[in-house]
């Protein structure tokens, strides 16, 4: 996803565009509260006829760069991510239907503070759909590697 206040128009088909600052600091944090084997039937699409829920989520990795023409200096202001790429990658045993792009929304609900990390635990803990962020669009959804 790139993060700008002005749209990019030859980022558009691959990314996700982000209006308001991200809090990058606040998103690491998240990840270290979804990251774990937990039941991730709150991060799972409605259709799915999987029955068990049950995942590992080995790591998130969350890496930013400067959007071309800005430099690192103007990637962030007050603790802020603006004028950035941001890319979070998932390594895990298995992922439910959607599972990475809603867990990709959640993160970006707690970067620009619709969500907090409290508000993660708690969706975990539940397991309620409605409380998780919204389904990113599949812009920039890459699968990387199978390892069996």
């Known amino acids: 996803m790139y993060i700008s206040k002005h749209r990019r ?59 071309q023409g800005f430099c690192e200096s103007e990637q962030e202001k007050d603790g802020m991510l603006c004028e950035s790429e941001l890319c979070i990658s998932v390594t895990g045993n298995g992922f439910l239907y959607n599972m990475v792009r809603i867990i990709a929304g959640t993160l970006l609900y707690v970067g620009i503070g619709k969500l907090s990390v409290d508000d993660v635990k708690r969706i975990l803990e539940t397991g309620d759909r409605k409380l998780a962020g919204k389904t990113l669009s599949a812009k920039g959804l890459h699968l990387l590697s199978v390892v069996y």
């Open 9 to 67: 128009p030859m980022l558009e088909p691959t990314h996700e565009h982000v209006i308001v600052p991200v809090n990058l600091e606040k998103i690491k944090e998240a990840c270290k509260v979804i990251e774990g084997t937990h039941d991730f039937k709150c991060f799972e699409a409605s259709g799915s006829v999987i029955k068990n829920t049950v995942r590992t989520v080995y790591s998130i990795e969350v890496s930013t760069s400067p959007l």
